[in-house]
């Protein structure tokens, strides 16, 4: 048994749709989320950048000793996660493995589609996963970057929302896939509008398949916890205000509490114990120097 969280980082709501997940395959878990939106979206920075955001967002979830950190975007699972599991001595899962998996499982057509962010799409890690399982598999990517900003500003049932996912889905149609992969963790929060659109095309929500990961991960592990959920946190870097009401709508709850918090402050204290441990290995070898 283990009563520490599971620790979850987005850049902003759409790793919701993997923490409700998660509550419902292992209500027992205590978890801490942090919504990154004050630096959403993710899809259009650097490698560098993405990798150092992720650091950063895991150092914090590491303040309160979680036991295990879900990587709940695809943008930063693409770019960051071999980055982050040589960095931090825990479990730490992405959302693509999984997601790309339950895609080949799916399809009868041997005919996938992926779309994600401009990273996610141009890191070819989907595809590269998915033929590395069967080469004959055909894959067909996008990159679709404002469907992650319509979920964050809420605007998912506006009449352009609609004339974008046909414009911008219209591409699979011809290419007649059969299975669409949502490689962004705000997607399935656009679920109903793509499936309106696409009619009869299994859409695979990472979310589901990611949590009968980290299911798997804990037994293994042995690091369930047995007896029952203490506490959620979730946290944001930006104005909560938005985020609380989609968050509330989504989880279906009216009493869920939204935290802001500074990265920026964790940053300075970071940079102040670096100095520090700097200035005590200096004394420290001075001291050897005298003995």
Do not use: W
């Not at 057509?109 to 890690?125: D, L």
């Not at 590269?128 to 979920?151: G, M």
């Amino acid at each position: 048994m283990n009563s520490k969280a599971i620790g979850i980082f987005d850049s902003g709501v759409g790793g919701l749709t993997v923490l409700k997940e998660v509550k419902r395959q292992l209500p027992r878990e205590n978890i801490v989320y942090l919504g990154d939106n004050a630096r959403v979206p993710y899809g259009s920075k650097s490698k560098e950048k993405i990798k150092a955001i992720s650091v950063e967002n895991s150092e914090f979830l590491s303040k309160f000793e979680v036991k295990l950190i879900v990587v709940a975007c695809n943008t930063a699972s693409a770019v960051a996660l071999d980055h982050l599991k040589s960095k931090f001595h825990i479990p730490i899962i992405g959302v693509i493995e999984a997601g790309a998996k339950a895609a080949l499982k799916a399809t009868r057509n041997k005919k996938i589609g992926v779309i994600g962010t401009k990273q996610t799409i141009n890191s070819q890690t989907h595809m590269n996963l998915i033929k590395a399982i069967d080469p004959e598999i055909e894959v067909f990517t996008k990159a679709t970057p404002l469907f992650a900003q319509i979920v964050e500003e809420d605007m998912t049932d506006f009449e352009s929302t609609k004339m974008l996912i046909e414009e911008s889905l219209s591409y699979f149609k011809e290419n007649k896939v059969d299975t669409l992969i949502l490689g962004c963790t705000h997607y399935p929060l656009l679920k109903k509008q793509i499936k309106e659109f696409l009619g009869d095309v299994t859409l695979i929500d990472p979310s589901k398949e990611t949590s009968l990961e980290i299911r798997r991960v804990l037994a293994r592990k042995n690091n369930k916890n047995l007896s029952h959920n203490e506490y959620d946190k979730i946290f944001v870097t930006d104005t909560p205000l938005s985020f609380l009401e989609i968050s509330r709508r989504f989880m279906n709850s009216d009493t869920l509490v939204v935290e802001q918090i500074s990265l920026e402050e964790q940053r300075k204290e970071s940079d102040v114990n670096s100095e520090k441990n700097k200035e005590i290995s200096k004394i420290r070898k001075l001291i050897e120097q005298e003995v």
